[in-house]
């Protein structure tokens, strides 16, 4: 199994702009999670589906991001307009009932 | 609300020498209990989870970690680190409801002279 993959590993764009982070889970796995992590917040969750149904987005920040999952094996976060401050890296991880998390490798995003 | 503590955010401990690292942790029941390590620039990688029964957990690296209702806590511990451990690690609490989503600590960053 290739785990959690995460596109792409680095992401540097211009304030204003539309960024799309991409996640694809383990096969199986019907819990998907995105966090954020920042010197200042630690590791943040964003927001986490169940069988591709979003289920608690209490921890996006703004209504600038959004976050889908249109299949299991897809799901995509999304930063529109993008803001400096919005600069992190993005993890998404999955699971399974009576599984562990795997984590991806993350996504570094600069907005510059 | 869940949250977790963890009170040092750095330790520095020579190579050979044992390590202990601290986690408090605050929810309604007992939850479940991971400990994670990231190296720089890296995703996280599990060391060790409790869920129930055993109190004293062994995890990857020659980790081990003791969950202590009575204290709230679930300290990692090594007997003897080595260079390579040299990292960040999160203790994390997990929901008891079906989504197990977790909840991290800030975070230690443990330095190793040698």
């Known amino acids: 199994d290739a785990g959690v993959i995460q596109s792409p590993r680095h992401e540097v764009t211009e304030m204003g702009q539309e960024v799309t982070l991409r996640c694809k889970p383990i096969?199986?796995?019907?819990?998907l999670f995105w966090y954020r992590q920042t010197m200042m917040r630690g590791l943040e969750l964003l927001i986490y589906?169940?069988?591709?149904?979003?289920?608690?987005d209490s921890g996006m920040p703004e209504d600038r991001f959004s976050a889908k999952m249109p299949n299991a094996s897809f799901s995509t976060l999304k930063i529109q307009p993008s803001e400096p401050r919005d600069s992190a890296v993005y993890f998404c991880a999955s699971r399974s009932t009576g599984s562990g998390y795997t984590f991806g490798s993350g996504t570094r995003l600069t907005v510059v | 609300a869940q949250s977790v503590t963890q009170p040092d955010i750095h330790i520095t401990v020579s190579e050979g020498a044992s390590l202990e690292l601290r986690c408090n942790y605050s929810?309604?029941?007992?939850?479940?209990l991971f400990w994670y390590v990231q190296s720089p620039g890296q995703g996280l990688q599990l060391l060790l989870k409790?869920?129930?029964?055993?109190?004293l957990v062994q995890g990857i690296k020659g980790f081990e970690a003791e969950f202590k209702r009575s204290q709230s806590s679930f300290n990692l511990r090594k007997p003897s680190v080595h260079w390579s451990d040299a990292a960040e690690y999160f203790c994390?609490?997990?929901?008891?409801?079906?989504?197990?989503?977790?909840?991290f600590g800030s975070g230690t960053r443990l330095l190793v002279r040698p």
């Open positions: 409790y869920f129930s029964g055993d109190t």
């Open positions: 929810y309604g029941a007992t939850p479940y």
């Open positions: 096969s199986g796995h019907d819990y």
């Open positions: 589906f169940n069988n591709n149904v979003p289920i608690d």
């Open positions: 994390a609490v997990g929901a008891r409801d079906s989504s197990y989503k977790l909840i």
